[in-house]
C-alpha cells in the first residue's frame, strides 16, 4: 500500500495499480473487508483516470455489490456512496448516460437525505454535465448553479472550481465567449490559490477552446501543445484526448489538412480503445470535416453516419441535429 501511494504521488500510474492489485490479493487472502473494499475503490478511480473506463465499472460494480450483499453493509454506507459517484463517472465515460443519471440522481437523494453536502453539490454537477452532453443547456445550468451555490455556503474551492469549469465549457457551448471566459478566469484564481498545478492546466483547456472559439488559432495551438506535453506525463486519459483533438481541430482551421487528419486518427483510436462514449462520435464528426475539406465526400459520410448512430444512442439532440443537417448538406449537391 506504501509503494502503491508514492507511484500515484509519482504519477506513475500503471506502477501504482500494479502495487494496489498485490495489495488487494494479500488483503484477500485474509479476509480484510475494510481494505478489500476501499482498494478496489481507489483501483476503479486509477482506472478511471488514465480512460480505463470499462475496466473501471468491472471494478467498482464488483466492490459495489459485495458491500451490498455483506451482512453488515450499514457501517460501509459513506464508501458505497463514494463507489457510485465512481461508477457515475465511469458510466457517463461510457456513454452510458442513463446508468450515470440514475446514480447521480440516487447519490443526491441520500446525501441530501444523510446531509453531506459535499456529496450533494457533485452530485448535482454530475447530473449538470449529463444534461450538457444531451444538449439540454437551460436544465444544465440550473443544475451546475445549485451546486456552486452549495459548495461555496461549505467553502469548497475545490468544488467551487469544478462548478466554474463546468458553467464554462457550457457556454462555449452555447457559443457564449465572453461569459466562458468571466467563469473560467474564476475558477483559475481558485486553482492558483490552491497551488493545483493540473486543475491551472484544465482552465488553460477551457481557455484554448475559448481561443478557438474567437478564431485566434495560434493563441490556442500554442496552449494546446504545451498541455498535451504536460497531461502526456500525467497520464491524465480523457483530458489528453480532448487536448490532441482540439489540437487537430486548429489545424484543420489553419488549412494544415493533412496533419489534422493524421491526428485525429490517433485520437479516434485511442478513445475507441478506452469506449469513449461522446469521444468517440466526436472525432469521427470531426473527421468527416476534414474529409469534406479534402474532397472526400463519400468517407465524410461514412464517419458522420457513423457518428450519428453514436450521438442517437447518447440522446446527444443538439449533435444528432447538426449531423443530419451536415448529411442533408452532402446529398443536396
Known sequence: ???????????????ALDSYRKA?????????????????????ELLIEIGMFQQATEVLEEAYNEIRAYRKRRRYFDLALDIRTCLAEAYRMLGR??????????????????????????????????????GHF?????????????????????????????LARLHIQMEQWDQAEQYILKS???EQKNENLIGIAFDKLVLAEIDIGRGNYEAAEKKLTQLESLMSREGYGDDLIAISSQLGYVHRMMGRLD???ERQLDVL?????????????????????????????????????????????????????????????????
Request: net charge negative; with cysteine; hydrophobic share 40%.
Open 269 to 333: 483510436a485511442r478513445a475507441r480503445k478506452m469506449h469513449h462514449g461522446d469521444g468517440v462520435p466526436a472525432v469521427l464528426d470531426e473527421l468527416a470535416e476534414i474529409e469534406l475539406a479534402r474532397g472526400n465526400r463519400e468517407q465524410a459520410r461514412v464517419y458522420w453516419q457513423e457518428a450519428l448512430g453514436l450521438y442517437e444512442q447518447l440522446g446527444s439532440e443538439r449533435m444528432i441535429e447538426s449531423i443530419r443537417m451536415s448529411l442533408a448538406d452532402l446529398d443536396a449537391f
Open 259 to 261: 496533419e489534422a487528419f
Open 1 to 15: 500500500m506504501g509503494m502503491a501511494s508514492t507511484y500515484q504521488a509519482q504519477r506513475d500510474l500503471e506502477k
Open 97 to 134: 448516460l442513463d446508468d450515470s443519471r440514475a446514480q447521480w440522481e440516487k447519490i443526491a437523494f441520500l446525501s441530501q437525505k444523510y446531509d453531506n453536502p459535499f456529496l450533494n453539490a457533485s452530485a448535482l454537477d454530475g447530473l449538470g454535465v449529463i444534461c450538457q452532453i444531451q
Open 138 to 166: 437551460d436544465e444544465a445550468k440550473d443544475y451546475h448553479t445549485k451546486s456552486l451555490h452549495i459548495n461555496r455556503n461549505i467553502r469548497y474551492l475545490e468544488g467551487q472550481s469544478v462548478n466554474l469549469g463546468n
Open 188 to 190: 483559475i484564481k481558485i
Open 24 to 44: 488487494l490479493d494479500v488483503f484477500s487472502g485474509i479476509g480484510d473487508f475494510d481494505r478489500i473494499w476501499l482498494i478496489k475503490h481507489v483501483i476503479g
